[in-house]
């Protein structure tokens, strides 16, 4: 008699398992990625340079999804997908465990314990040379944060992962020695296009830029964990490109749930989402850039945090 076990879903079922629009989505970023770099290029430069920025974006909004277990069931099939880093500086494998151990709500903005946090110790602000606290305070404004926030952050991000490196963590080695074959792949394939280095670069500085933009005030100090994270009521170009993850808070809260039906939850329960997290709440990103662009969102000292702490 034929095996009549369930242990294994048969193929049908595990074909209504993919989020088939979150695969189409990457296949057309990709593509976006190639036409830029390959075609748009031969006849205008600047074009090709935003183009292949804002598919960056999308591809880093992908990633986010893939280390939440999108598109597939398996873990394997999803990070082939993404280990492959078109946007060259930050390698899969160290986004998905920094991000990771970020979604440890209760250390939110901890200077220590969330990787994702610009807030800083009192007691470690204190001692910093005036010129840096100033290029901190730049980059608690909006426009500090595209212009040169990128560097900051690369610069303590790949400090922090020396200093770990150094001190005997394979985990931290073994993700950037399996992004750099990535980085070669993509330099290789740059450099066969006709897109120049300085341009590629230029793009992914830009996708960089505006990711800051999502990550600027994704989340605020305050006492209570559940009022950290905000919700931004975007709808247009950038929530697209952001994977709906400006509505932060219900993210936090389902990180499972991909990024096509976090609109519709939270438009179900909006009074919810604003009670849990104390009404932190942006209509848009023109609101944020209204209200931020050359004033900065907060202190860098985190101001919750007592110097003799």
Known sequence: MPSTSTTRPPRVQILAAVEWGTLALWAGCMGALGAAVFFVAEWSLALAVMMAALALVL?????HEVLHGHPFSSRLANEALVIVTP??????????????????????TDPYD?????????????????????????NN?????MLIGPVIAQYVFMRGDWRAIRGGDWQVAKGWLLHLPGVALVLVVVWAAPISLGAYLLACYLALSILKIRTFLEHQAHKLARARTVIVEDRGLLAFLFLNNNLHVVHHMHPKVPW?????????????YLARN???RYRSYGEVFARHFFRAKD???????????
């Open 299 to 309: 202190k860098v000292a985190h101001p919750l945090w007592s110097r003799g702490r």
């Open 87 to 108: 946007l060259l500086f930050i390698p899969y494998l160290r986004f998905r465990d920094t991000h990771l151990a970020h979604h440890r709500d209760e250390n939110l």
């Open 278 to 280: 104390e009404g932190y």
């Open 59 to 63: 591809h880093a909004s992908l990633s």
């Open 114 to 138: 969330d990787p994702e946090t610009n807030y800083l110790d009192p007691a470690v602000w204190d001692r910093l040379p005036r010129a840096v606290q100033m290029l901190l305070h730049v």
């Open 141 to 145: 404004t909006l426009i500090g944060r």
């Open 260 to 272: 096509y039906r976090l609109p519709g939850m939270y438009r179900a329960n909006a009074t919810r």
